[in-house]
Protein backbone atom coordinates (compact mmCIF):
# COMPACT_ATOMS: atom_id res chain seq x y z
CA UNK A 1 0.00 0.00 0.00
CA UNK A 2 2.30 2.70 1.24
CA UNK A 3 4.85 1.54 -1.97
CA UNK A 4 2.04 1.71 -4.31
CA UNK A 5 1.11 5.75 -2.73
CA UNK A 6 4.37 6.88 -2.28
CA UNK A 7 5.40 6.74 -5.49
CA UNK A 8 6.45 10.31 -6.63
CA UNK A 9 8.48 10.12 -2.86
CA UNK A 10 9.64 6.89 -1.92
CA UNK A 11 9.92 4.13 -4.76
CA UNK A 12 12.33 1.65 -2.87
CA UNK A 13 11.97 -0.33 -0.13
CA UNK A 14 14.50 2.03 1.86
CA UNK A 15 13.14 5.17 0.69
CA UNK A 16 10.22 3.86 2.19
CA UNK A 17 11.43 2.57 5.67
CA UNK A 18 13.24 6.19 5.74
CA UNK A 19 10.51 8.08 5.47
CA UNK A 20 8.78 6.07 7.78
CA UNK A 21 11.75 7.22 10.18
CA UNK A 22 11.15 10.70 9.24
CA UNK A 23 7.92 11.07 10.03
CA UNK A 24 7.76 8.85 13.19
CA UNK A 25 10.72 11.21 14.76
CA UNK A 26 10.97 14.13 13.08
CA UNK A 27 7.54 15.17 12.01
CA UNK A 28 6.06 13.17 15.08
CA UNK A 29 2.73 12.28 12.95
CA UNK A 30 2.41 8.39 12.83
CA UNK A 31 0.51 6.07 15.27
CA UNK A 32 3.09 3.80 17.28
CA UNK A 33 0.44 0.68 17.22
CA UNK A 34 -0.75 0.88 13.12
CA UNK A 35 3.18 1.26 12.60
CA UNK A 36 3.97 -1.69 14.87
CA UNK A 37 1.26 -3.80 12.98
CA UNK A 38 2.41 -2.73 9.76
CA UNK A 39 6.35 -3.28 10.77
CA UNK A 40 4.77 -6.91 12.34
CA UNK A 41 4.43 -8.76 8.95
CA UNK A 42 6.84 -10.51 7.15
CA UNK A 43 6.59 -8.72 3.67
CA UNK A 44 8.04 -5.43 5.37
CA UNK A 45 11.13 -7.12 6.45
CA UNK A 46 13.84 -4.79 4.48
CA UNK A 47 10.94 -1.59 4.79
CA UNK A 48 11.88 -1.60 8.41
CA UNK A 49 15.44 -2.73 8.45
CA UNK A 50 15.49 0.83 6.35
CA UNK A 51 13.48 2.35 8.90
CA UNK A 52 15.78 1.30 11.73
CA UNK A 53 19.18 2.24 10.15
CA UNK A 54 17.86 5.66 9.53
CA UNK A 55 16.88 6.33 13.26
CA UNK A 56 20.00 8.32 15.16
CA UNK A 57 21.28 5.91 17.90
CA UNK A 58 24.61 8.15 18.31
CA UNK A 59 25.66 8.94 21.48
CA UNK A 60 23.23 6.82 23.14
CA UNK A 61 23.61 3.98 25.68
CA UNK A 62 21.65 0.74 24.62
CA UNK A 63 18.98 1.62 27.36
CA UNK A 64 18.37 4.81 25.58
CA UNK A 65 18.32 3.69 22.17
CA UNK A 66 15.36 0.63 22.55
CA UNK A 67 13.46 3.40 24.64
CA UNK A 68 14.13 5.56 20.99
CA UNK A 69 12.91 2.59 19.00
CA UNK A 70 10.10 1.50 20.77
CA UNK A 71 8.47 5.03 21.23
CA UNK A 72 8.25 5.31 17.60
CA UNK A 73 6.35 2.05 17.34
CA UNK A 74 4.94 -0.58 19.03
CA UNK A 75 5.68 -4.05 18.43
CA UNK A 76 2.34 -6.49 18.14
CA UNK A 77 2.56 -10.33 17.65
CA UNK A 78 4.17 -13.08 19.45
CA UNK A 79 8.44 -13.57 20.49
CA UNK A 80 9.71 -14.40 17.00
CA UNK A 81 8.50 -10.84 15.35
CA UNK A 82 10.34 -9.24 18.62
CA UNK A 83 13.23 -11.30 17.71
CA UNK A 84 13.51 -9.90 14.10
CA UNK A 85 12.82 -6.29 15.34
CA UNK A 86 15.90 -6.40 17.59
CA UNK A 87 18.42 -8.15 15.29
CA UNK A 88 17.27 -5.17 12.75
CA UNK A 89 17.93 -3.09 15.67
CA UNK A 90 21.37 -4.75 17.33
CA UNK A 91 22.66 -4.54 13.27
CA UNK A 92 21.68 -0.64 13.00
CA UNK A 93 22.49 -0.02 16.73
CA UNK A 94 26.45 -1.56 16.45
CA UNK A 95 27.18 0.16 13.16
CA UNK A 96 26.26 3.14 14.91
CA UNK A 97 27.71 2.55 18.13
CA UNK A 98 31.19 1.70 16.56
CA UNK A 99 31.04 5.22 14.53
CA UNK A 100 31.11 6.61 17.84
CA UNK A 101 32.13 4.34 20.59
CA UNK A 102 34.41 6.83 22.07
CA UNK A 103 31.86 9.58 22.90
CA UNK A 104 29.05 6.65 24.07
CA UNK A 105 28.33 6.58 27.85
CA UNK A 106 28.54 4.39 29.98
CA UNK A 107 31.69 2.58 27.57
CA UNK A 108 30.98 -0.30 26.83
CA UNK A 109 32.50 -3.13 24.55
CA UNK A 110 30.09 -4.70 22.03
CA UNK A 111 32.19 -7.56 19.33
CA UNK A 112 29.14 -8.53 17.14
CA UNK A 113 25.93 -7.72 16.47
CA UNK A 114 25.17 -10.83 18.55
CA UNK A 115 26.41 -9.36 21.35
CA UNK A 116 23.87 -6.31 20.84
CA UNK A 117 21.12 -8.51 20.35
CA UNK A 118 21.72 -10.55 24.25
CA UNK A 119 21.88 -7.48 26.01
CA UNK A 120 18.62 -6.15 24.24
CA UNK A 121 17.11 -8.87 24.92
CA UNK A 122 17.90 -9.47 28.62
CA UNK A 123 17.03 -5.93 28.60
CA UNK A 124 13.58 -6.56 27.69
CA UNK A 125 13.14 -9.34 29.71
CA UNK A 126 13.73 -7.30 32.48
CA UNK A 127 11.48 -4.40 31.90
Not at 24 to 38: A, F, H, V
Not at 73 to 100: C, D, M
Given at each position: ?56 FRNQD ?50 SPDSVLQVAV ?6
Amino acid sequence: YLKKNLRKRARTDREVGEWLAQLSTEKGGLDPTMLGNYFSRRDTLEIFRAFVSHLDFRNQDIVAALRKLFDTFKPGGEGQVITRILEHFSEAYLTQWQENKDSTEPVTAYASPDSVLQVAVSLIMLN
